[in-house]
């Protein structure tokens, strides 16, 4: 009888730009101030992507071209490659499409997924059923979000919350039970009025109107935002832990996307979990959407011990959430 296959993460990749935008810089753009920005969110600095031309593609790339370098693989030995962003670098082609081309990953296949914050989190778990299909034994997932590109930065609301970044992970065939034993993933259309882009889309396409009306950078109503994300991240994590039998106690690491330290402090509470479990970097990078969760896992990955229970946890715009429990396999 064979073992049921499950997707365990082989390897981990990271990209941050150099720019740094502090809260000190921020101040002198918009009515805030350090001390305001550090309170309410946690974060201090954030990267920026500069350079003309440049795109999520290519911050994305680079997580690519490490994987390859760590695992001393050929770019032809990738069967597949999901792109988390909402910031793709155009409608079509689809991020994963340049990505592979510009890595030379020519026996590859793949796609975008669009899910705002949670976006790794669903493409994790989407990556993850195509090696346990027993169809792919190389699949790269990334999250990547250039999120400089659609944040108006007179809008003190949004513009001091993001950041661009990018990091994925390699996904293989596991036998052990090592990777991915678990995840629940949730959406909610009725979040949308709260957490979205109005224009740019089939609804409303670029026109004069749209541009002169800042319709092209993402809207966040934050008090609502931040309510839904506290009790969705809390609820799903403990459900999760609750449906597998598990305690704070078993859990290594509490990997949660990185939006505001006050909704993470309240799902480690929820989870029973002292705060020296949980990674947070959300100071220096704040808000890289899809690739804050992955961002982590490459910070971290020396301290990762092999067998380690983590839980992976987002919130999204729109909105989507969810959790996810894998065991590291390394």
Same mark, same amino acid.
């Given at each position: 009888?064979?073992?049921?296959?499950?997707?365990?993460?082989?390897?981990?990749?990271?990209?941050?730009?150099e720019? &740094?935008l502090?809260?000190?810089?921020?101040? !002198? %753009?918009?009515?805030?101030? =350090?001390?305001?920005? @550090?309170?309410?969110t946690? *974060?201090?600095e954030r990267?920026?992507?500069?350079?003309?031309?440049?795109?999520?593609?290519?911050?994305?790339?680079?997580?690519?071209?490490?994987i390859?370098?760590?695992?001393?693989?050929?770019?032809?030995?990738?069967?597949?490659?999901?792109?988390?962003?909402?910031?793709?670098?155009?409608?079509?082609?689809s991020?994963?499409?340049l990505?592979?081309?510009k890595?030379?990953?020519k026996?590859?296949w793949?796609?975008?997924?669009?899910?705002a914050?949670?976006?790794?989190?669903?493409?994790?778990?989407?990556?993850?059923?195509?090696?346990?299909?027993?169809?792919?034994? &190389?699949?790269?997932?990334?999250?990547?979000d !250039? %999120?400089?590109?659609?944040? =108006?930065?007179?809008? @003190?609301?949004?513009?001091? *919350?993001?950041g661009?970044?990018?990091?994925?992970?390699l996904?293989?065939?596991?036998?052990?039970?090592?990777?991915?034993?678990?995840?629940?993933l949730?959406?909610?259309?009725?979040?949308?009025?709260?957490?979205?882009?109005?224009?740019?889309?089939?609804?409303?396409?670029?026109?004069?109107?749209?541009?002169?009306?800042?319709?092209?950078?993402a809207?966040?109503?934050?008090?609502?935002?931040?309510?839904a994300?506290v009790?969705g991240?809390a609820d799903?994590?403990?459900?999760?832990?609750?449906?597998?039998?598990?305690?704070g106690?078993d859990?290594?690491?509490?990997?949660?996307?990185?939006?505001?330290?006050?909704?993470?402090?309240?799902?480690?509470?929820?989870?029973?979990?002292?705060?020296?479990?949980?990674?947070?970097?959300?100071?220096r990078?704040?808000?890289?959407?899809?690739?804050?969760?992955?961002?982590?896992l490459?910070?971290?990955?020396?301290?990762?011990?092999?067998?380690?229970?983590?839980?992976?946890?987002?919130?999204?715009?729109?909105?989507?959430?969810?959790?996810?429990?894998?065991k590291?396999?390394?």
């Amino acid at each position: 009888m064979s073992q049921k296959i499950t997707a365990a993460i082989t390897a981990v990749g990271g990209y941050v730009p150099e720019d &740094k935008l502090t809260n000190f810089d921020l101040e !002198k %753009m918009v009515e805030t101030n =350090d001390e305001w920005i @550090r309170t309410r969110t946690g *974060i201090e600095e954030r990267r920026i992507l500069k350079g003309e031309g440049k795109g999520t593609s290519d911050m994305a790339v680079q997580v690519v071209l490490q994987i390859l370098e760590k695992k001393n693989l050929s770019p032809l030995d990738i069967d597949a490659v999901i792109v988390g962003t909402v910031t793709p670098d155009m409608m079509f082609p689809s991020t994963a499409n340049l990505v592979c081309h510009k890595a030379g990953l020519k026996n590859a296949w793949g796609f975008d997924l669009l899910a705002a914050c949670s976006g790794f989190l669903y493409s994790f778990s989407t990556g993850a059923a195509l090696i346990e299909s027993g169809r792919y034994k &190389k699949v790269i997932v990334i999250g990547a979000d !250039k %999120m400089s590109s659609i944040i =108006d930065y007179n809008d @003190r609301a949004t513009c001091i *919350i993001f950041g661009d970044g990018a990091a994925g992970v390699l996904l293989e065939p596991n036998e052990e039970g090592y990777g991915m034993n678990d995840t629940i993933l949730k959406s909610d259309g009725s979040g949308e009025p709260y957490l979205h882009m109005k224009a740019g889309g089939s609804r409303r396409p670029a026109s004069m109107e749209t541009v002169a009306n800042k319709e092209h950078y993402a809207y966040q109503e934050g008090q609502t935002v931040f309510k839904a994300a506290v009790k969705g991240m809390a609820d799903v994590s403990a459900e999760l832990l609750e449906r597998n039998n598990l305690t704070g106690e078993d859990i290594a690491w509490l990997v949660p996307h990185q939006a505001n330290k006050r909704i993470i402090d309240a799902t480690a509470d929820r989870m029973g979990l002292s705060h020296d479990k949980v990674m947070l970097n959300i100071m220096r990078y704040g808000n890289t959407t899809a690739a804050t969760i992955p961002l982590c896992l490459w910070e971290w990955e020396k301290q990762l011990k092999k067998g380690d229970n983590i839980v992976l946890a987002a919130f999204g715009g729109g909105f989507t959430w969810g959790a996810t429990w894998i065991k590291w396999a390394y």
